[in-house]
């Protein structure tokens, strides 16, 4: 019979959290740029308007230009998609043209019907995420 002892059981918190933030932000971050790519890969560059239910057209760029991503450490979760465009009558844009609505047009109310972009794109990425996080933490 063979016979053993415990003597001392260690557990270093700290590292085992630092490296589990790590993995997170850096898996988080990389779907993030994932979400990012495909979103501005479906948003062609045209002149007519893109059919709703489909990804916007560009036609001068900005949309496509002005969607990023950042981690938020407090929240440990990443924030996709397209910042405010600050032009008069143009920062709302983004918004309308993912879900839809009522916006000013040279002072006039215009209905927009949805043309989702960050939707699609965040859904077909997802299935990915359970593979990144496979063996993230060393």
């Known amino acids: 019979m ?5 003597t001392k059981l260690f557990f270093d918190k700290k590292a085992v959290t630092s490296k589990t933030d790590r993995a997170t932000r850096k898996v988080l ?5 994932f979400v990012r790519r495909t979103a501005r ?15 916007p057209s560009s ?5 496509k230009k002005f969607i ?10 990443v924030v996709i998609g397209p910042v405010r465009l600050s032009q008069k009558g143009r920062g709302e844009a983004p918004a309308l043209l993912e ?13 927009y019907r949805p043309r989702p972009y960050m939707g699609p794109a965040f859904e077909k990425e997802r299935p990915q995420l ?3 996080w496979r063996d993230s933490i060393k």
Not at 99 to 111: A, E, I, M, N
Request: net charge positive; proline share 9%; aromatic share 8%.
């Open 2 to 6: 063979i016979g053993f002892e415990i």
């Open 29 to 33: 971050s990389r779907f993030g740029a």
């Open 41 to 55: 890969q479906s948003i062609r560059k045209r002149k007519k308007p893109a059919t709703p239910g489909s990804p």
């Open 59 to 63: 036609h001068i760029g900005l949309l």
């Open 68 to 77: 990023f991503f950042g981690y938020e450490p407090q929240k440990r979760s």
């Open 99 to 111: 879900h839809g609505g009522t916006g000013k047009v040279r002072r006039k109310r215009v209905r």
């Open 130 to 132: 359970p593979a990144m």
